[in-house]
């Protein structure tokens, strides 16, 4: 049976229940835990590596016993709390332009405010930046900020885009050869420990269940009506993945369970879960591009399930991982098929990649169309969408949408707008039905 948790938020009058899946309670007590052992920091000893979700090297930076630190991850806790604004005006008063991706203005504003963590505790200090650089050039900036600011030992993994869309022999050594020659030796330094291939072999083995789980639960949306929402509701299934969990027996716990959860639901018919219980008659099936907005994520997602549309899939829930067309962190081969995931990041896609994928999504998760939710300070994603959504178009037929908001700046999200285009987008799903002679 699924097990479902009413929890009372607190957040602004009047209090609201919130429904929550098991698996949603132990993803929030998982990031709870991992606040704490960051800020624990100056008791335990334990050295931390900031580092970036695309491209993350999650079972490496554990063979050094190094913690986790992803500052887009910080952004979005502080966006979901709604304090995220607060820090994006402190950042440009210190003189960052109105354009620059908000969550580098939500991480610096907070540390030019304190530096608290979600627990309201201090953040440690990173020991070393660990840049992998898969495709947003942000990030390089990024950390050449925090540099400036901890002065700390930083290796930089350069991974080649794919600008002619495919992996090239060449492009795997050339990555490989940085993480035997540049990263390991410089984590090696950082840490005092020294790297044990075999330990890496180990939490793959752990990565590669998780992947496994975390595939099997996405595509489950291929069915009618889809037990899942691939964007909103996604956000918590691929949170321990992309994040600090990647490679532990609690990850591979996390997925089995959730996989159990989310079969469950299919067994019974039952649509997605959402934060008011379970979603009415599935109407819409939707592929959506471009991340969320976080200040306003549950108004943004109400605006879908009141309406009765689900997001079958999406590409944000790819950003940490392209799984679903096969890859797979592989154990015999360890440090090749880090280069591999690298490589095969979202952000490192061209974007005949991309349109691909998404032409692709729409027809096996028979959706009714795409929408696009452009991030005004986030070029990585935006830049190419209203090409992508043409194309799109032009290749199923389906209608495509357009929206625009922010990640974590509130002033960038007008709920009036995005609703009244979101109504029109679905009476025009409706009318291509009606004159298609479906019958829905
Ligand atoms: S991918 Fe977008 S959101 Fe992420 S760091 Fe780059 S610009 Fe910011």
């Given at each position: ?45 334990d050295k931390v590596a900031a580092t970036f979700v695309p491209g993350n090297l999650n079972e490496l930076i554990m063979c050094f016993d ?375």
């Amino acid at each position: 049976m699924t097990t479902q948790t009413k929890i009372v938020t607190s957040r602004a009058a009047p209090a609201k229940e919130v429904i929550k899946d098991a698996s949603m309670k132990k993803q929030k007590e998982m990031m709870a835990a991992h606040y704490d052992r960051l800020t624990n920091v100056p008791e335990t000893g334990d050295k931390v590596a900031a580092t970036f979700v695309p491209g993350n090297l999650n079972e490496l930076i554990m063979c050094f016993d190094l913690l986790n630190n992803l500052p887009e991850v910080n952004a979005i806790q502080n966006g979901l709390r709604r304090v995220s604004g607060s820090f994006v005006l402190e950042a440009e008063k210190l003189g960052h332009s109105e354009d620059v991706c908000t969550y580098v203005k939500s991480d610096l504003g907070m540390m030019a405010k304190g530096n608290l963590a979600p627990n309201g505790k201090k953040f440690p200090n990173p020991d070393v930046l660990l840049l992998s650089y898969t495709g947003c050039f942000t990030f390089m900036k990024w950390f050449e900020l925090i540099r400036q600011k901890y002065n700390c030992e930083t290796t930089m993994l350069h991974v080649p885009y794919q600008g002619d869309g495919k992996i090239s022999q060449n492009m795997r050594d050339y990555v490989v050869k940085q993480i035997k020659e540049n990263v390991i030796p410089s984590l090696e330094r950082v840490s005092g420990v020294k790297f044990d291939i075999d330990r890496l072999r180990q939490y793959m083995k752990e990565s590669v269940k998780a992947e496994e789980d975390l595939v099997h639960v996405l595509q489950s949306a291929k069915n009618r009506p889809s037990p899942i929402d691939g964007y909103f509701g996604a956000v918590y299934y691929i949170g321990p993945i992309f994040t600090a969990f990647r490679g532990t027996r609690e990850a591979t716990e996390f997925y089995r369970v959730l996989r159990q959860e989310i079969d469950q639901r299919l067994r019974e018919g039952k649509g997605p879960i959402t934060p008011e219980g379970e979603m009415g008659e599935e109407k819409y099936r939707l592929v959506v591009e471009g991340p969320p907005n976080w200040t306003s994520f549950r108004e943004f997602w109400k605006m879908f399930y009141d309406e009765g549309a689900v997001v079958v899939t999406s590409t944000y829930a790819k950003v940490g991982g392209v799984y679903d067309f096969g890859f797979r962190h592989d154990p015999d081969h360890p440090i090749e098929s880090l280069a591999e995931y690298c490589l095969g990041c979202y952000t490192n896609l061209n974007l005949p990649q991309r349109i691909d994928m998404i032409c692709k999504y729409i027809d096996e998760y028979q959706a009714d169309g795409l929408l696009i939710n452009s991030i005004k300070s986030c070029n990585s994603f935006s830049a190419g969408q209203l090409l992508i959504l043409r194309e799109v178009e032009k290749r199923t037929g389906k209608p495509a949408a357009f929206i625009e908001s922010d990640l974590v700046d509130p002033r960038y999200f007008s709920a009036a707008n995005i609703k009244n285009r979101l109504e029109s987008y679905f009476q025009m799903i409706k009318q291509k039905r009606t004159a298609a002679g479906a019958v829905h």
